[in-house]
């Protein structure tokens, strides 16, 4: 016999589905339940449907969210005529890390990819341009990733949103903070000269 | 607010815990499993409570098992005068790969590390004692790993097990397969010499 017990295939095999984890790594994490204390492991498995079962995405933003409308957008606060849009949750957090943003977001669950066979119909495309029409907003920034498929899905949604009569912006793009000259890609270096600024 | 919602935060630490997850794999983890469809979050939640529910210790082997003696113990062809002792039941599976082991093996379930307070009595060594007095075992393979903690259990049991008169043998140390001298480490390199055996 070689191999495992059935039980314990199986959750080596679960893990293995996690994004990042090979075999080796799946039977470390199996062994590590298996050490864990009985209500440890309780715990865990309750953490996975506890979350499957109370997250949703907020009405408004469509970013994950417990309740039906997310902290920011229930915020009165917050900027309501500025909306950012974010591929995924996780940029949300990045932005609202740098303190620096005070409208809300719009996430649109992923970005056009036509080689996975991602198009605009599997993106929260109409939740974003539901929110356009009572004149509140002023400016939507499309922060999208710098790559093919964030541009491709920025351009789209510019066209969509022209016909609003709001400001359409995109993050600039030039050098990261602390690169060096010397090393920077051909592409950054030419957005960087192209986007150059004049010092008041 | 900077952060995630509560459940979704409460998932991300159950993810840290497991060993080689930092907090960005961890957020990627949770992210994966709010993204599965209901009964496959279900089936994640299920395996680590039914692996933990399920398996158990081979009563001889103390190997993980799923049944009172585990596969090996009750198979009829290994030959019972030879017991294998490793530190792990990851240990068992790396020696049950090569097929050419035959015997039994006895999973001790860690080694000795004082540093870390693991004595003698948190290993499963009274159940390999309690295998020897029937006269059935004649040679016991201290296959424990080759390092501080490995030779240092492998020494303590050899004492142990001396006033049983069985064989007690420790796998050999020398060159990987593959190795080139030129990079080999000192020690290995003088175990290989010290356990230079005659060509025939």
Redesign the interface.
Known sequence: ????????E??V???R?????GYK?A????????D?P?E????????????????GHCKICQD???SEIC??CA?PARERGLICVVE???DV?AI??I?EFRGLFHVLGGLMNPMEGIGPEQLRIKELLARLPDGEVREVILATNPSIEGEATAMYLAKLLKPFGVKTTRLAYGLPAGAELEYADELTLCKALEGRREIE
């Open positions: 016999m070689v191999g495992f017990t059935p039980s314990f199986k959750l095999e679960q893990f589905l996690l994004p990042g984890v790594s039977v470390r994490m199996a062994f590590h339940v298996l864990l009985e440890k492991a309780r715990a865990f498995a309750e953490a996975i449907l506890e979350a499957k079962e109370k997250i994950i969210s417990e902290p920011i915020d995924s949750s996780r957090l609202e890390k303190h």
